[in-house]
């Protein structure tokens, strides 16, 4: 309560579907480790807290960057773990429709508001989820 969530992943995901009949949970556990890093290079104390509270690390001696990775790779042992997949080619996409799908999830008047992303972000999230 109180706090403005960031639902970013979730709006490029559905631009993804959109273009690729995918599951909506196999997008996001492809998307949001990448959506982590952008974020985490902009602001390191959401992605930490986030592997404080989820994952339980320990912050002691660590700075926000540092968790900040160990919660990325934390998150992206568990979908490993469980089977998910991991890059949008085990949906077989590749990179031919990048643009439309960066379109597609700039329809809303803003992506994210952890760290706005830009058309040039989303392309960016895209391809390294590829």
Do not use: C
Request: glycine share 6%; charged share 20%; no cysteine.
């Amino acid at each position: 309560m109180g706090v403005k969530p960031d639902w970013a992943t979730h709006l490029i995901e559905h631009a993804v579907s959109a273009v690729h009949d995918i599951p909506h949970g196999g997008g996001l556990a492809i998307l949001f480790p990448h959506w982590m890093e952008h974020v985490a290079a902009v602001r390191p104390e959401k992605v930490a807290q986030l592997g404080v509270r989820v994952f339980d690390l320990n912050r002691t001696g660590q700075t926000n960057a540092q968790l900040a990775s160990e919660a990325i790779l934390s998150l992206k042992k568990f979908w490993t773990s469980i089977g998910a997949p991991t890059k949008l080619s085990d949906y077989g996409i590749d990179d031919k429709e990048i643009e439309l799908m960066t379109e597609r999830a700039m329809l809303a008047e803003q992506v994210g508001s952890y760290v706005p992303l830009t058309n040039k972000d989303i392309r960016k999230i895209l391809r390294n989820s590829l």
